[in-house]
């Protein structure tokens, strides 16, 4: 059995892995510092150190959890499989949310910083950046299903770029900016700010860190996953606390609170980065500043497009695992030459994406809070769940392999269990309660989704035949072309040809597909190939086909027959596969080959490395069918 998609490969090294870990995490701050600021104020940067060590703590068991099983999937793969696939199911459907609202927020903010750079205020203005951050999402969806992209490539770039240049903001900050008596006073509550406040804050402030959730659905993809993983985690996210924490303080200092507002949550909001930048007129230059807001804005937009890229990886691989394992449609879960995923998975983001950039426009008035709060609720409860797995993986499969191990570890009931997962738990669950306490989008719009996933997952299984809880297989365990709509069956005489229609209709049946039974006559090159074919050939292929579309109709499965000639066998089963837009293409290899030099005939070897869709080839054992030469 072979296949024309080779799936993923381990091409990602620690380095590769640290800049995409940096650049998705990192790039919140340029979303995220304006939202937090308008709620926690001169309290920003102690709202932000806490979500930070919060975010550190849940990396443990990440780590050991991406380690242990380096698969695709992040939070959804543990409990899925710690507990089961309904559970699997709902953490990852949270997630997608989370995936989402990532997007729409880049390619929201996109524009703002873009407009800073070129001194385009319109493109800052509603409706224009509504209409960029569409136009963004929609390219991006483009190129990718146009060929599949190295995200690693430009993520090193862009992560050493914006090391430096958040590294420079930090000095020139503290250098210029801070001051410590500032500093000091927005520890205390500003005027009307109470605890509310920071509850408030608290849970809007985990936008601050996200990324966390791609970084681990590049598991499958990552060399020596048990060393690359774990140090690229920690190292990308420490850094990324500390200098978030660091642009905190500058940017209080920056714009202090003033009549319990702060400038750098209302005027700033939509590009809080360029706004410290803006506060340096007076200490700087003006050519020098001019320079350092094209610089921040150029950079910042480029962030962000990369963040968004990454999100809709990351959104693609997740819906691959969960459309694996028959969680969502099994379209999702295949994968594609040139896109790699799925690209039903690629439009179905790109256009919801698209839709909650409009939806917030027009329903909640763009409130990013709105769309922060309902972040909020997707990934504590995600984190919970992850932590939650990590835990019960250890009693549950405590042979499993495990390269990195959450520690300080303890031992509960004869069972070591790591003491982060243990605390972090009730930590980030006790986050999420209060979120849906104080904030509307997590109360209603989160909810809300989770059960429009339950309802599609439910749809899933039924059309299925499974159960909501049942452990389902791979769709790499199945036989390829699990997932399609059209198989190819190139006829052919004798027992052989026989058995390659018979497993043709039997996957359609299965799948619900067509099939296009293609009787390939070889014309030598004597001959045109225009003219009359012997009769016994046309008889041959006549009886053929009718066989075909018998079977066909017994088993209620649509064949479709015709006869093709060709000077080559190999080039007319391309042909008409490429044609007629074939998912699979199914080949039957007689045994004699192998009694041979190679293992397949020129045939099917042809057909391997030129077909268009994915091929299935079942090589018989010897001895089964002695076909004459």
Same mark, same amino acid.
């Given at each position: ?10 091409? !990602? ?17 340029? #979303? ?10 001169g309290l920003t940067p102690v709202v932000l150190l806490v979500t930070g060590v919060i975010f550190l703590v849940v990396s443990l068991s990440y780590a050991e959890g991406t380690a242990a099983i380096p698969e695709t999937g992040g939070a959804?793969?543990?409990? @899925?499989? &710690? ?25 929201? /903010? ?33 190129? $990718? ?6 995200? *690693? ?18 000095? !020139? +900050? ?14 205390? /509550? &500003? ?35 048990? @060393? ?68 921040? +804005? ?18 693609? $691989? ?6 694996? *394992? ?5 379209? /999702?879960?295949?994968? =594609? ?6 690209? =039903? ?32 609720? +997707? ?8 932590? !939650? ?14 390269? #990195?191990?959450?520690?300080? =570890?303890?031992?509960? *009931? ?39 996933? !339950? ?42 040809? %026989? ?16 099939? %296009? ?12 190939? %225009? ?6 050939? =046309? $008889? ?12 066909? %109709? ?44 190679? #293992? ?5 070897? *042809? ?17 089964? #069918?002695?076909?004459?030469?």
């Open positions: 059995m072979a296949r024309k998609v080779k799936g993923f490969e381990r091409t !990602l090294d620690g380095r590769s892995l640290f800049a995409v870990a940096y650049d998705e995490i990192g790039s919140s701050i340029y #979303f995220a510092l304006g939202i937090v600021a308008a709620q926690a104020l959804a793969t543990f409990t @899925r499989r &710690a507990f089961n696939d309904l559970w699997g199911f709902v953490t990852g459907w949270a997630l997608f949310l989370d995936y989402l609202i990532v997007i729409a927020l880049s390619a929201v /903010f996109l524009p703002h910083y873009l407009g800073a750079a070129l001194s385009a205020p319109s493109l800052a203005r509603s409706p224009w950046d509504v209409v960029s951050a569409c136009f963004v999402i929609a390219g991006i969806v483009i190129v $990718r299903l146009i060929r599949h992209t190295r995200i *690693h490539l430009a993520a090193l770039a862009l992560a050493g770029l914006d090391i430096v240049i958040q590294a420079l903001l930090v000095i !020139l +900050g503290l250098a210029l900016l801070f001051s410590a008596d500032t500093l000091t006073d927005g520890l205390n /509550f &500003a005027t009307d700010q109470s605890w509310r406040d920071i509850a408030f804050a608290l849970p809007l402030a985990m936008l601050a860190y996200t990324g966390l959730e791609t970084v681990a659905n590049l598991a499958e993809e990552t060399r020596e996953p048990g @060393r690359a993983l774990p140090r690229s985690l920690f190292s990308a996210i420490g850094l990324v606390v500390v200098v978030t924490v660091l642009i905190a303080v500058v940017g209080a200092s920056a714009f202090p609170s003033e009549n319990g507002s702060s400038a750098l949550g209302e005027r700033w909001l939509q590009a809080p980065i360029v706004g410290i930048v803006a506060a340096f007129g007076g200490e700087l230059p003006s050519l020098v500043v001019d320079i350092l807001r094209v610089t921040v +804005g150029i950079s910042g937009a480029a962030l962000l497009a990369a963040a968004a890229t990454t999100a809709i990886s990351g959104c693609t $691989r997740l819906a691959h695992s969960m459309g694996e *394992h028959g969680m969502l449609p099994r379209r /999702f879960g295949r994968l =594609e030459r040139r896109t790699l995923v799925s690209s =039903e998975a690629i439009l179905a983001t790109g256009a919801i994406a698209i839709v909650v950039v409009i939806a917030t426009d027009v329903f909640a008035g763009d409130d990013t809070a709105f769309l922060a709060s309902t972040y909020s609720f +997707g990934v504590l409860l995600a984190f919970t769940s992850a932590q !939650l797995a990590v835990i019960r993986l250890r009693s549950r499969e405590p042979n499993l392999v495990r390269p #990195f191990r959450a520690r300080p =570890e303890v031992r509960v *009931h004869g069972v070591l269990v790591p003491l982060p997962a243990l605390v972090g738990a009730p930590l980030t669950f006790a986050v999420w309660i209060l979120a849906m306490v104080t904030h509307r989008g997590a109360r209603y719009a989160g909810p809300a989704w989770l059960a429009a996933g !339950l309802v599609v997952y439910a749809l899933v299984r039924r059309g299925s035949r499974q159960g909501l809880l049942d452990d389902v297989d791979p769709i790499d365990r199945l036989p390829p072309g699990a997932d399609f709509r059209r198989i190819l069956v190139p006829m052919k005489l004798g027992d052989i040809g %026989e058995e390659m229609v018979a497993t043709a209709i039997a996957l359609a049946k299965e799948r619900h597909a067509a099939v %296009e039974a293609a009787f390939v006559v070889r014309v030598p090159r004597a001959f045109t190939l %225009e003219g009359p074919l012997p009769e016994d050939v =046309e $008889r041959r292929a006549a009886e053929s086909l009718a066989e075909a579309r018998a079977l066909g %109709e017994d088993n209620g499965v649509e064949v479709e027959t015709r006869v093709v000639r060709s000077r080559s066998i190999g080039h007319a089963i391309v042909e008409e596969a490429t044609a007629r837009g074939a998912d699979l293409i199914v080949l039957g290899s007689s045994p004699r080959w192998r009694r041979q030099s190679r #293992f397949f005939s020129p045939t099917v070897d *042809h057909v391997l490395r030129h077909a268009p869709c994915e091929v299935l080839v079942v090589a018989f054992p010897d001895g089964v #069918f002695d076909e004459p030469a």
